[in-house]
């Protein structure tokens, strides 16, 4: 009588739980300049930080106004443009968290001043972000070529991984 060989027994796949993803995300920064697109980025980031049960928070970046004077004076500053500026900030964001994201996830506000790209990246690093969700505005030729993108100059120097969302395009939310 001949033996038939019996193949292996496999081990049943253990149910997938969301606890167990091999990613952890404890915190999403969301840059944020009120623009419809930067919105936008927050919708994606609010099902993400649930998932994941991570916390999110919105970063605006206030630009120095600063304007060039003659050469025996330098540049001059205008400090309460900025103030003002802030103050601004301050409410819209407060809004914002909580009209998309209280109640869902834990979020934060910060306002800093400076370069955007630099000042996101940067906050990214101080803060040890674990993803970045920022909008791009699509820019195209010319406009690309002089300006460049924000969200392009994040992707190359930030601390950890970006998640880029393009505005027009199909999307997940």
């Given at each position: 009588m ?5 193949a292996?027994?496999r ?8 606890n167990?993803?091999p990613?952890?995300?404890r915190?999403?920064?969301?840059p944020i300049d009120?623009?419809?697109h930067?919105?936008?980025?927050l919708?994606y ?19 120095p ?6 050469f ?6 205008f400090?309460?443009v900025?103030d ?12 914002l968290v ?6 869902v ?7 800093r001043?400076?370069r ?7 906050h990214a ?5 674990d993803l970045?969700?920022?909008a791009?505005?699509?820019h195209?030729g010319?406009?690309h ?16 991984p970006?998640?880029v ?7 997940f939310?």
């Open positions: 001949a033996k038939t060989k019996r292996p027994r081990k049943k796949a253990a149910a997938p739980s969301s167990t993803s990613i952890r995300l915190s999403i920064l969301v009120f623009s419809a930067s919105k936008n980025a919708k980031a609010v099902p993400f930080a649930r998932q994941f049960h991570a916390s999110i928070e919105l970063l605006y970046v206030v630009e106004t600063v304007y060039p004077a003659d025996s004076f330098g540049q001059v500053g400090p309460n900025e003002e500026m802030r103050k601004r900030a301050a409410k819209q964001l407060d809004r909580k009209d998309e994201v209280a109640g996830v834990t979020a934060g506000r910060t306002i001043v400076g955007p790209f630099y000042e996101i990246n940067q690093k101080d803060r040890k972000i970045i969700i920022i791009t505005h699509g195209t010319m406009e070529i002089l300006f460049g993108s924000t969200a392009e100059k994040v992707v190359r120097g930030a601390p950890c970006v998640l969302v393009r505005s027009g395009e199909r999307g939310v």
